[in-house]
Structure formats: C-alpha cells, structure tokens
C-alpha cells in the first residue's frame, strides 16, 4: 500500500475517531439523565452500585495434588473423590499418583 493511501486511511480514522467523539459527548447528557431517573425509580443509592461494580477478588484455581488420568485428579482437599476411595478400597497408595 502506497503511503499517499496509508496518509489518507490515518486521516479518515482521525476523522471518524472525531465524529465518534462528538457523538458520544453529545449522547453523554442524555445517557446520565437516564441513569439518574432509574435511580430516583428504583431508589438506588451511589453506594448500592459501587459495592455492585466492585472487582471481586478472583481465586486462583487449587493445585492438583493427585492425578489418574486426564479427567480424574483431585487437589486433596474436600471430599475424596470416588477413584480415590476405590484405589484405597482396593489397597492402593495414592501417593503413586502424586502430581
């Protein structure tokens, strides 16, 4: 692409990143009024949507202690799953199968 028609696409990005400028500042008044008559309907409070759009604190995932195969592991907390009773019924060490 020749950079006479690069020049004229990054102009007609500015452009149009312009128009999308000015149509969101003039829908923003309009949206918040919105916004501000649900509240007043519904009585909800700044407060009620901040403890909403608060991020949670993601867990991360336990670690697998055991591991049969692909779809049976267990992190070794919880209830024993139904493979690990049966190797220990059958007098297997789970140990053998430590990730």
């Not at 995932?61 to 059958?90: C, F, H, M």
Request: net charge positive; charged share 30%; aromatic share 6%.
């Amino acid at each position: 692409m020749p950079s006479t028609q690069l020049s004229e696409l990054k102009a007609q990005i500015a452009q149009l990143q312009q128009e999308a400028d000015e149509i969101i500042r003039n829908e923003r008044i309009d949206v918040i009024k919105d916004i501000h008559d649900k509240m007043n309907t519904y009585n909800i409070t700044i407060d009620e949507i901040h403890r909403i759009t608060k991020p949670v604190a993601s867990k991360s995932p336990s670690v697998i202690k055991y591991r049969k195969d692909a779809y049976l592991v267990w992190v070794g907390r919880g209830p024993k799953p139904q493979w690990v009773k049966t190797l220990e019924a059958n007098g297997e060490s789970l140990e053998q199968y430590r990730v």
